[in-house]
């Protein structure tokens, strides 16, 4: 299982040797393990990327993230074929209870609350509203308390006018950070042997990504929040690497201290163990600490 994040930024090549990914640019060669990958982000369109390394990428239970023109993640590489994936465990996924999955999306639902409280908590905003909010879940959130929670909270947080659906700099950091959350999310799911398409929540026609788009919703304002610190009038390559370092952020989850992408690994392991074998009690807790990480990123090249 990886843990690193390499991000290829300028004119390169990238290809496969001896369990190696290497990456030729115009002024040094670079070689790092490949199960050392966790995710790999092609942050430019002037990199050349080789059919092996992809393969040997996805293989190994790699992300191959690539980003368009504008400089946002357009598309990623999947795995079609785990080896712990089986007809029983899809036809189980595609037939989950909606009773079974009402009670994972309600905790799922407190949870990302509970974070959006904390982010403008720490921000030192008035948060008597939100809480209010979280009174009124009821099973399965049927009365949507996170849309309206979110609509006040975008605002409390960065500015009373703000709407997430307008184009700038602010929304388009928060696209690229939850591309990547998503990424990670949907890499986790796939090593579990479950299909990204059949959601808890999320029931998209035209997404393949809907159950990892239910699962990353607890840690989205982990990237509000680092955002709500920064001052910035357009999405930088400075941004974006300090977006991509969040997935080694400290935190706690369910009481442990570790860092996001593991943490990732231990709530989708934690959601769809409960989905397959139903316990009497389930629960999502995930709690920030008070460190806000710089913008520097291990395998930059």
């Keep these: 299982m990886g843990w690193r994040t390499v991000v290829i930024s300028q004119h390169a090549k990238v290809s496969y040797s001896g369990r190696k990914i290497v990456v030729q640019t115009k002024d040094a060669t670079h070689q790092v393990p490949i199960d050392d990958v966790q995710i790999l982000l092609v942050a430019t369109t002037q990199a050349v990327i080789t059919a092996s390394a992809i393969t040997e990428l996805s293989e190994s239970g790699a992300k191959v993230i690539f980003t368009g023109r504008d400089g946002n993640p357009s598309c990623e590489t999947m795995t079609d074929y785990p080896g712990n994936r089986s007809l029983g465990s899809i036809k189980k996924q595609v037939e989950w209870p909606t009773e079974l999955r009402g009670m994972v999306w309600t905790e799922i639902v407190k949870a990302k609350i509970a974070m959006q409280i904390q982010c403008a908590r720490q921000l030192g ?177």
């Design 125 to 301: 905003k008035e948060v008597t509203t939100l809480e209010k909010e979280v009174r009124a879940i009821e099973f399965d959130d049927l009365s949507n308390r996170e849309a309206v929670v979110a609509r006040k909270y975008f605002q409390l947080i960065f500015d009373k006018t703000f709407v997430r659906t307008e184009f700038n700099p602010i929304n388009a950091a928060l696209n690229y950070g939850y591309s990547i959350l998503l990424s990670a999310v949907n890499r986790e799911i796939v090593c579990n042997g479950y299909l990204t398409q059949f959601g808890i929540h999320h029931h998209s026609g035209v997404s393949d990504f809907n159950l990892g788009s239910d699962l990353m919703e607890p840690f989205r304002p982990i990237f509000d929040y680092w955002i709500a610190h920064q001052r910035f009038n357009e999405l930088t390559t400075d941004i974006k690497f300090g977006l991509i370092e969040l997935l080694n952020i400290e935190l706690q989850y369910n009481g442990q201290t570790t860092i996001l992408r593991n943490a990732l690994t231990k709530h989708v392991q934690n959601c769809l163990n409960f989905m397959a074998n139903p316990k009497n009690e389930f629960e999502v807790r995930v709690v920030m600490t008070n460190e806000v990480p710089n913008n520097a990123i291990i395998g930059h090249v």
